[in-house]
């Protein structure tokens, strides 16, 4: 079945420093890709997604990329601030089963001051 | 963007006892809603794939009769643990989706503790 690996599991940096997020995925049909940031004890909440038709998309502080070829994906987030500190899951639809979405296991992202 | 709503969102009970746990969308209507569980510092697990009018499909290692899902109509879906005990404790969360292949849409979590 689909399989979602993600990279690092735990990232620290800098205040104003940017951060990136890697996920690779092996189902070559997925075409939905999601981020997810979840704050402590809340519910995950879509940051960004883009499409296997783009291969780039950007909001502001935050951006990612697909690369189809070698089934990887990866969020950028540019100028860290506090309130970028959670953790990031990124996800992949699987077209075998109706397109539902894939999990990464998520990056916990540390902002230091 | 859409509303999921989901309650309770902290629940205490004793071992062996029964909680049932809402999903509601409040402002569209899903066909499909998930259930996941989610331990601490881990990514969501995801338990079945509820959808409206017919059984839902539980994953692998997930035991039907112990959580018991009932997606009655488009807005809501129900998950009861039953029997439940101490390892049973975990965060439960639910999505909806107003289509296949879009944005999942989360509610806020249920935290069980089975004391």
Redesign the interface.
Known sequence: GENVEQHPSTLSVQEGDSAVIKCTYSDSAS??F?WYKQEL??????II?IRSNVGEKKDQRIAVTLNKTAKHFSLHITETQPEDSAVY?CAA?WRDS????I????T?LIIKP | GAVVSQHPSRVICKSGTSVKIECRSLDFQATTMFWYRQFPKQSLMLMATSNEGSKATYEQGVEKDKFLINHASLTLSTLTVTSAHPEDSSFYICSATQSMNTEAFFGQGTRLTVV
């Open positions: 075409n939905y999601p004890g809340k519910r995950p909440q879509l997604d899951f639809s109706n397109y539902q979405l999990w990464g296991a998520g916990k």
